[in-house]
């Protein structure tokens, strides 16, 4: 039984991860190219104007939010649009027919996106060393937090896929809540720049703890403790996968 | 063994449409079984609650005696499905698809490689195995979901339409692909639209209609139900149109006549007649499909009953 789901479990994620290679153009160029001008517009040439932040120089500062803010887009939209795909072509049959426990269905599509938020990660840190000295502060809350932001985020992909009923349902979340969530989260400043009043309403923003954690692994600064920031990733990720799996468990949106 | 055994099966969908109004069926492990049913009937439904596509209201399902509530997995694992419509990815490859879904059903990649060759070869698409699914064929595409559905190796393979849309050639290759894989064990379940089809193919059928099941017998019981057949025959062109007698007989125009012959009466007093009166038959054919006629009239009497009870 164990070894059957750890076979059906690799199958699914060799597929999630051979479906994101093929489209290469669509999954991995494009965070590479945006990044790229995030860091020549916002690092090199804003950024000179603005001087330190944190104790580091802006681009600097900016780097981890920006590896995590493609980590979080890249997680969502995989396995979002993966499922969304499965069931619009009806080929997550090929699954629901299958002795597959829901919750390896729910751990595969995630892992696909995990595999993805990963190799972004890779890549637009290699371009990022272009611009700056990329330093490691403390490499294992980076790899925590990176696994733990892209599985909780490729999660609620698949809950948005699952409720989806047209292609423009799996676009609707990422452009009016992760958008404005990821760009008020601290990617680009420091919330102790902000009136105490916003700093505050920042801090209910999950977004924020992301990427400070992500921060607090590359240069020892965060504006709010890495431990919380772990904490609330751990509570995060039990949260959504119970969903995602009872949503699975129950049918909703895959069986009649 | 009942490969499946249905009892009580119920489906109320959301929309409060009753597709299935408490069927029993048992099919018999090696047989070949039809499902028959017009559109709308249920046999998709029936076919979608045994595969776990679709969740029952009530009722119990056992596949090979484990039953679909408590023993899912092993169910599962006694089921190839080969759907109606097209289900799979196509960007992917032939193979990518196939050893896929070996994959789900656990079976080892090296060891769903070699499957994937035999049953590609086989289902003579080996060649195309690198080919985005996609580019093939719609005859192809339905002979790739046939390979799919055997990669696990099941015990009973479930077959909803799988000749629709698929020229005769390919069809009569896909009957004696599927009586092979009959013959080697494999319990098959088949619906179909082409009554020849599972007159051909099948020992035992069940006719389904409106949710109910209105026949449930083997072939052969069916057919002999059937006294009477009707009978065209090719004749040379006739400057007097010849006549039978004992027979009911329509001479359409000057080359071809149709005949009724009671079961219990047979051919050959119509050919003796014929003889006498210097009549040579070219060719005969049946004017009908024989299951057509009776399917349609199980229908009707089927619903007949019910409006009378109503």
């Not at chain 1, 789901?5 to 994101?20: D, M, V």
């Amino acid at each position: 039984m164990a070894n059957r789901n750890f076979t059906a479990l690799r199958t699914i994620w060799i597929k999630e991860c051979t479906r994101f290679l093929r489209i290469w153009v669509q999954t991995l160029v494009p965070p590479a190219i945006t990044m790229s001008l995030y860091f020549v517009i916002f690092g090199s040439l804003i950024g000179k104007r603005i001087g330190e932040m944190g104790g580091f120089s802006y681009m600097e500062f900016i780097v981890p939010g920006l590896i995590m803010m493609s980590v979080i887009t890249n997680s969502y939209a995989n396995v979002s649009s993966s499922f969304f795909s499965a069931k619009f072509q009806r080929n997550i049959e090929e699954l629901l027919i299958a002795p597959v426990p829901n919750w390896i269905i729910v751990l595969g599509f995630v892992g696909g996106g995990v595999a993805r938020a990963i190799l972004i990660g890779i890549i637009v840190t290699c371009v990022s060393m272009f611009f700056v000295d990329i330093q490691i502060h403390n490499l294992a809350i980076i790899i925590i937090t990176l696994l733990l932001t892209s599985s909780l985020f490729a999660t609620a992909g698949l809950i948005n896929a699952v409720f989806a009923k047209t292609f423009d349902d799996i676009s609707l979340v990422p452009t009016f809540v992760l958008t404005p969530l990821t760009y008020l989260g601290g990617v680009f400043y420091s919330l102790t720049l902000l009136p105490e009043f916003w700093q505050w309403v920042s801090k209910a923003n999950p977004i924020v703890y992301m990427v400070n954690g992500f921060r607090y692994g590359f240069l020892g600064v965060s504006d709010v403790n890495y431990m919380v920031s772990l904490g609330l990733l751990v509570g995060f990720n039990v949260v959504l996968f119970t969903i995602a799996y009872q949503l699975i468990n129950r049918g909703v949106g895959i069986r009649s | 063994m009942k490969a499946l055994d249905i009892s009580g099966l119920t489906k109320t969908y959301k929309g409060g449409t009753q597709a299935l109004k408490g069927i029993d069926l048992e099919v018999n492990e090696g047989d070949f079984f039809a499902l028959l049913g017009p559109n709308g009937a249920g046999k998709s439904t029936t076919i979608g609650v045994v595969s776990s596509l679709v969740n029952k209201s009530s009722g119990e399902v056992k596949v090979f005696g484990h039953s679909l509530d408590s023993a899912l997995v092993d169910a599962k694992s006694c089921i190839g499905l080969v759907p109606q419509e097209f289900n799979f990815n196509q960007f992917e490859t032939l193979a990518q698809i196939v050893i896929n879904q070996a994959g789900y059903y656990g079976v080892p990649r090296d060891i769903a490689k070699q499957r994937a060759e035999k049953y590609l070869k086989q289902l003579d698409l080996w060649e195309k195995r690198d080919q985005p699914a996609r580019e093939l064929s719609g005859g192809m595409k339905r002979r790739l979901m046939i390979a799919r559905a055997l990669m696990h190796e099941p015990k009973m393979l479930i077959l909803d339409e799988p000749t629709a849309g698929v020229d005769i050639e390919i069809r009569r290759s896909m009957w004696t692909f599927l009586k092979e894989i009959n013959q080697q064990g494999i319990t098959i379940i088949l619906t179909t639209h082409y009554l020849e089809e599972a007159e051909m193919l099948c020992r035992n059928i069940a006719i389904i209609d409106k949710g109910i099941i209105v026949e449930n017998t083997s072939m052969k019981a069916l057919l002999s139900q059937l006294n009477m057949e009707t009978f065209v025959l090719d004749l040379p062109v006739q400057s007097k149109p010849p006549s039978l007698t004992g027979f009911e007989f329509r001479n359409l125009n000057d080359h071809t006549m149709e005949v009724d012959v009671l079961k219990d009466v047979g051919l050959n007093d119509v050919f003796k007649q014929l003889s006498e009166q210097g009549v040579t038959v070219l060719s005969m054919r049946n004017k009908a499909n024989r299951l057509e006629e009776l399917f349609v009239r199980m229908v009707e009497s089927g619903r007949d009953k019910k409006a009378g009870a109503a």
